[in-house]
């Protein structure tokens, strides 16, 4: 279930607002299955995540930035 955080924002020194998403969302984004994205964690592989609750939350904006830094085609992982 999607949430939102207060986030420092570095360039405007202002709090903003993030979008939590949960690992269901971010594999839809993400194309990677929710068993990868786990494998990915337990491994320390994929996305920033925090724990909340006993649930796994990704800040949208740093699985956006993770999906930005892998391999673009042709180039090996």
Known sequence: MPGKINSPNKTMGKNRVEHA????????????SEKT??????LKK???FRKYRGKVLYLESEVMEW???????????
């Open 37 to 42: 994205l786990a494998n990915l964690a337990a």
């Open 21 to 32: 998403l949960t690992r269901k969302p971010v594999a839809q984004i993400s194309t990677y």
């Open 67 to 77: 999906l930005r830094g892998l391999p673009k085609g042709g180039q090996t992982l």
């Open 46 to 48: 994929g996305p920033p």
